[in-house]
């Protein structure tokens, strides 16, 4: 299921065969939360752009159009036309973003609709079921997403929460792939490891979900608050006591150097709406560092994004033009500045992969990080 092909130092390249196609790591998952990537960008983009892995979100999905429709419809790979592998989350952050319309409870969750009110109640069964209907390739277990600033009683109470609604999952998703009517009965579930900024609560953790021998496992609770330097100090303590012979994945994270820096720990799987929502704002990234395309620097500026880059984008098209269609507010450009971003990510998980197989990744990781931050790391 996954093989360990090489490390380099702690960095990990690795390759994840599943049921819709295999994954080489490290991966960055491009976030489809609605399954589809916010920007007009359709599956035939993220074929073309070298997209791996598409994550499309369970709490979104089941309030709208409902995970029962899609089921109907053949699951989330026929409903959006993509045949490679996606990553459902499991809703528990928007549940528990959702701060003012929520109530916790040892069975799960009651909440409010943020679409229309309704009340709706999601526990680990509840969440387990949502994501065999969506069908995903991955599906995550049901947790809590405390505050990573909560004081150390209320994170050592969430966290044997977590490890108690876990078990729970496990056991519903076993009994879901069973099923003769479950459309992947071969989903997999990666468990998620909680404790905020406390290292030893983390540590305990890991040890007690690893021994569930789980498909893979997630760290969670970070880039929500805390400093880089925090998170950083966290995957230091946590990851070595996560398996690595099984995916590694940091949830939510990051910039350009947040994945550069994570992955030298031993992280090899990656989200961030960063590259999407940036775009979508006329911010693109390059090996120059990151360009603000609203700038009037840019108005008569006939070079692409960035001169060499393979992207559709920059194949075709010049920062005038895209600026122009930003400041007119044309669709488009929101389109061509996400399309280049995912296509800039995707591609530096290319350069990853090489480097840790050539046993260069401390050389390119340093080279990187002074071009991705605009020589300002």
């Known amino acids: 299921m996954y093989e360990l092909i090489k490390r380099d130092g702690l960095a990990k390249r690795g390759r994840l065969s599943t049921v819709h196609g295999v994954v080489e790591t490290p991966v960055f998952m491009n976030v489809g939360t609605a399954a589809a990537i916010k920007g007009a960008v359709s599956t035939?983009?993220?074929?073309?752009?070298?997209?791996?892995?598409?994550?499309?979100?369970?709490?979104?999905?089941?309030?709208?159009?409902?995970?029962?429709i899609v089921k109907k419809l053949g699951g989330l790979h026929k409903f959006m036309v993509w045949d490679k592998?996606?990553?459902?989350?499991?809703?528990?952050?928007?549940?528990?973003?959702?701060?003012?319309?929520?109530?916790?409870?040892?069975?799960?969750?009651?909440?409010?609709?943020?679409?229309?009110?309704?009340?709706?109640?999601?526990?680990?069964?509840?969440?387990?079921?949502?994501?065999?209907?969506?069908?995903s390739t991955i599906a995550m277990a049901f947790d809590e997403c405390p505050s990573s600033v909560a004081d150390r009683a209320y994170m050592e109470r969430s966290v044997a929460r977590t490890t108690r609604w876990l078990k729970r999952c496990a056991a519903e998703m076993e009994r879901l792939n069973s099923l003769p009517e479950t459309i992947n009965q071969k989903q997999l579930l990666f468990g998620i490891n909680q404790g905020g900024v406390y290292e030893d609560i983390r540590i305990q953790h890991a040890?007690?979900?690893?021994?569930?021998?789980?498909?893979?496992?997630?760290?969670?609770?970070?880039?929500?608050?805390?400093?880089?330097?925090?998170?950083?100090?966290?995957?230091?303590?946590?990851?070595?006591?996560?398996?690595?012979?099984?995916?590694?994945?940091?949830?939510?994270?990051?910039?350009?150097?947040?994945?550069?820096?994570?992955?030298?720990?031993?992280?090899?799987?990656?989200?961030?709406?960063?590259?999407?929502?940036?775009?979508?704002?006329?911010?693109?990234?390059?090996?120059?560092?990151?360009?603000?395309?609203?700038?009037?620097?840019?108005?008569?500026d006939s070079r692409p994004i960035e001169e060499g880059c393979g992207c559709p984008v920059c194949r075709t098209y010049s920062r005038a033009y895209i600026r122009h269609l930003l400041k007119a507010k044309e669709m488009l450009g929101m389109r061509l500045c996400v399309l280049h971003n995912l296509y800039f990510y995707n591609t530096m998980m290319t350069e990853i992969r090489a480097a840790i197989e050539e046993g260069r990744y401390k050389e390119y990781k340093a080279d990187k990080l002074l071009k991705v931050t605009g020589g300002k790391y």
């Open 44 to 68: 035939e983009d993220l074929q073309e752009i070298g997209t791996q892995v598409e994550l499309s979100n369970t709490y979104h999905l089941h309030v709208r159009p409902g995970d029962q």
């Open 85 to 135: 592998p996606i990553l459902t989350d499991s809703g528990g952050f928007q549940v528990f973003s959702l701060a003012g319309l929520r109530k916790i409870k040892e069975e799960g969750v009651y909440f409010q609709s943020h679409i229309d009110g309704r009340k709706i109640f999601m526990g680990p069964e509840e969440s387990m079921q949502i994501q065999s209907n969506l069908a």
């Open 207 to 300: 040890k007690e979900i690893v021994a569930l021998g789980l498909d893979g496992y997630a760290i969670g609770g970070l880039a929500v608050g805390e400093t880089h330097e925090e998170m950083y100090r966290i995957l230091d303590a946590a990851v070595p006591f996560l398996p690595v012979d099984k995916p590694t994945y940091l949830m939510g994270v990051g910039t350009p150097a947040n994945i550069l820096e994570a992955v030298d720990r031993g992280v090899d799987f990656f989200d961030c709406v960063y590259p999407s929502r940036n775009g979508r704002h006329g911010h693109v990234y390059t090996n120059g560092g990151k360009l603000n395309l609203f700038n009037a620097q840019y108005e008569l």
